[in-house]
Nanobody, 121 residues
Framework: VQLQASGGGLVQAGGSLRLSCAAS????????VGWFRQAPGKEREFVAA??????ITDYADSVKGRFTISRDSAKVYLQMNSLKFEDTAVYYC?????????????????WGQGTQVTVSS
């Protein structure tokens, strides 16, 4: 299974971006999918996750109210609004081992290659 994250780019603070995550197979359709990010010199951190059917979502406190995770039959999306400089990072999507989302990276088996998000202040 391969995951492909896309949609990153350069945006001014206060702007918006929408990330997409596509899987090479429908494996992720029965499992939770999460978004994580890693900034230079920092550890990878949880951003958001969604259950297999979209009924359960979870967010890091730092993005609540600004980011929205959603999914359809083909992809998982991360809508990012009111972006801040500190949101700058490489964003990764990952397919989980269970149908429900968890915030720990150990709960995800398949990882995409990441997409760069840069927010200018």
């Amino acid at each position: 299974v391969q995951l492909q994250a896309s949609g990153g780019g350069l945006v001014q603070a206060g702007g918006s971006l929408r990330l997409s995550c596509a899987a090479s197979r429908r494996t992720s359709s029965n499992n939770a999918v999460g978004w994580f990010r890693q900034a230079p010199g920092k550890e990878r951190e949880f951003v958001a996750a969604i259950s297999w059917n979209g009924g359960i979502t979870d967010y890091a406190d730092s993005v609540k109210g600004r980011f929205t995770i959603s999914r359809d039959s083909a992809k998982v999306y991360l809508q990012m609004n009111s972006l801040k400089f500190e949101d700058t990072a490489v964003y990764y999507c990952a397919a989980g081992l269970r149908p429900v989302p968890v915030p720990q990276s150990s709960g995800y088996k398949y990882w995409g290659q990441g997409t760069q998000v840069t927010v200018s202040s």
